[in-house]
């Protein structure tokens, strides 16, 4: 998920008890849950975003040393305060939630963190909420601002002030979020069901995949994999939503060929398929020769999304590799 989320969410979980660890607990709990995307900084490239976005810093070995780092910062900055100083633990397990919460966030959304590399690329992605979700935003938001407004609300009318306003306000927060997640969690497994149990232009699916709208939590965008297509379509799971199959984007998977065979030997390809979840490949006729372009359907075919790499790979009459590259789709 985007930083702000990540931001918010370490300042609730400070506020919601562990500010009273240390007085360096919320600075602690922001940065440790801001770190893990510095591996961005190694992803300016197609290639290197393939390898490095969402592993370097997000598996449990990279996230485990980006918690070591923030505490060791902090602990010699911290450890000569007044009142006793800060404790090396102490620092470590404000760290360790804070890098914790970033990579449950990500893990809940549709490019999660590959949490074993560099021992599998698999990443860990539930597809419940998009990149940036609203109403977690809000949420958040609600529960760190409005107890503060109804505080200088409470004393200018003269009221007392209540000390447990801003860490209830916090607790409220989380839980909407936890309850919100698991919400989610239910509509893209009801999504999912609906898009294997029909047909699409008479061929059965086999595999179904959802994916979350930022604007809604009721409309969801499908991918359904038959035997020779992949299939784009709505999903609308709100009151009055009409789910017809007959209304998917139809992308017809290529035929076998020796020329389609001989650019999945390529290293671009065998790059870009180990991190792909949904490839779907094309193939046209050059004068002299093949291209071969390959798409991720996790992302929208007309997605410019900065996660959404497309591999190329040209080919010329004897089936021999000219060109091959990984592209920003951003760049077309």
Same mark, same amino acid.
């Given at each position: 998920?985007?930083? =702000? ?22 600075? =602690? ?39 070591? /780092? ?15 100083? $800060? ?17 449950? %966030? ?31 935003? *809000? ?5 760190? %601002?409005?107890?503060? $407004?109804?505080? *200088? ?20 927060? *989380?839980?909407? /979020? ?54 784009? =379509?709505?999903?609308? $799971? ?47 006729? %050059? ?46």
């Amino acid at each position: 998920m985007e930083p =702000i989320t990540h931001a918010l969410t370490s300042l609730a979980l400070s506020r919601a008890g562990l500010n009273r660890t240390t007085r360096l607990a919320t600075p =602690i709990l922001v940065v440790a849950g801001l770190a893990p995307d510095l591996d961005i900084l190694f992803s300016v490239k197609p290639r290197a975003s393939l390898l490095w976005s969402g592993a370097l810093t997000h598996s449990l070995v990279g996230a485990s040393a980006v918690a070591l /780092v923030v505490a060791l910062v902090f602990w010699r900055f911290g450890r000569k305060q007044a009142g006793g100083g $800060l404790g090396f633990r102490t620092a470590l397990g404000l760290a360790a939630i804070g890098v914790a919460a970033h990579l449950l %966030l990500d893990c809940f959304g549709v490019f999660g963190p590959r949490l074993f590399w560099p021992f599998s690329p698999r990443a860990f992605a539930a597809c419940f909420v998009d990149w940036i979700d609203p109403w977690i935003l *809000l949420f958040l938001l609600a529960g760190l %601002l409005l107890p503060a $407004l109804f505080g *200088l609300i409470g004393e200018e009318i003269g009221e007392r002030k209540k000390s447990q306003g801003p860490r209830r306000g916090a607790l409220v927060a *989380l839980v909407l /979020v936890a309850f919100f997640l698991g919400g989610r969690g239910i509509l893209h497994q009801r999504a999912v069901a609906l898009l294997l149990s029909r047909d699409y232009h008479g061929a059965p699916p086999f595999a179904a995949a959802a994916f979350p709208s930022a604007a809604s939590p009721l409309a969801w965008r499908g991918v359904v994999v038959t035997p020779n297509t992949l299939d784009e =379509i709505e999903v609308p $799971l709100g009151p009055g939503g009409y789910f017809d199959p007959d209304r998917s984007v139809t992308r017809f998977k290529p035929e076998p060929s020796a020329a389609l065979d001989a650019a999945q030997q390529s290293e671009t390809v065998r790059t870009f398929l180990r991190y792909a979840q949904l490839p779907l490949a094309s193939l046209d006729r %050059l004068e002299g020769g093949y291209r071969v372009e390959l798409r991720d359907l996790r992302w929208p075919f007309a997605s410019r999304s900065r996660f959404n790499v497309i591999a190329v790979i040209e080919l010329d009459g004897n089936l021999r590799v000219t060109r091959q590259e990984l592209r920003f789709a951003s760049n077309d």
